[in-house]
């Protein structure tokens, strides 16, 4: 017998968690609801879902900490994560995102898109070809254990923010577009027509916390995104 996901709406909304429980269903997933932040912190921890769908907007503990204690908890950390946003909130969504949640939906919101991106967060697979340590200048990371450093100093990536710089690095030096890093970091089919913000918010970000080795990510002017090797200088 095969267990469907289980996903947790977190919204106070009546309207939108009608929504939202309609359109999942349908999909065949099993829906839960929390009506604010502190009940859904409670049913995330006695039973932890497949996916949280997370309003910011919440009634005694709002969104924004919501995620936090999530990832901050060794339980929960590589729990994924929607964020249900309103288009005036982007400072927020941009904090959400650091913290370390996984895409936004901004509202309005179609049922089309939000099933599309419930699937591709869901079917992401975290394959990859990389093990063991590597070094690329004062750059060193451990893929196995995900530990990211510059001259010895442990760097706070998010789980989405490390996963880029891992098929970035991948790619061998070949450019990628954001198609294939939607895909590839998200899982989104790249017939879909998904925002590419995404991605160059997370590419801004990890060249910033990289420092002298961010600039090793090149921008291949309409075509996407490199890594420069070591080899190549």
């Known amino acids: 017998m095969t267990i469907r996901p289980r996903i947790i709406v977190v919204e106070d909304e009546k309207s939108i968690v ?6 999942l269903e349908r999909e065949g997933y099993q829906v839960s609801v929390a009506k604010d932040g502190e009940e859904a912190l409670e ?13 910011l907007m919440l009634p005694k503990i709002d969104g924004l900490e919501v995620c936090r204690q999530i990832k901050a908890d060794p ?4 729990l994924p994560i929607i964020m249900l946003t309103a288009k005036t909130q982007e400072t927020d969504r941009v904090v959400g995102l650091e913290l370390g949640a996984d895409d936004y939906l901004p509202k309005p919101f179609s049922p089309r898109e ?11 697979a975290s394959r990859s070809e990389l093990s063991g340590a590597w070094r690329c200048g004062v750059l060193s990371v451990d893929w196995e254990r995900r530990i990211v450093k510059i001259k010895q100093k442990s760097l706070s990536l998010t789980p989405k923010e490390f996963d880029l ?18 895909e590839r970091v998200w899982g989104y089919d790249q017939a879909l027509e998904i925002q ?18 961010g600039k090793r990510i090149l921008t291949a002017t309409g075509a996407g995104y490199r890594f420069q090797m070591p080899d190549e200088e």
């Open 165 to 182: 710089l891992k098929v970035l690095v991948e790619a061998g030096g070949r450019v990628l577009s954001r198609d294939a890093l939607l």
């Open 114 to 124: 939000l099933v599309a991106r419930v699937k591709a967060v869901l079917r992401r």
């Open 18 to 23: 009608r929504i939202l429980t309609y359109n």
């Open 196 to 213: 590419s913000r995404t991605v160059d918010l997370h590419v801004s970000q990890l060249r910033q916390k990289l420092g002298p080795e």
């Open 75 to 78: 339980k929960t950390a590589q």
């Open 43 to 55: 049913k995330i921890r006695r039973e932890p879902p497949s996916l949280v769908l997370l309003d």
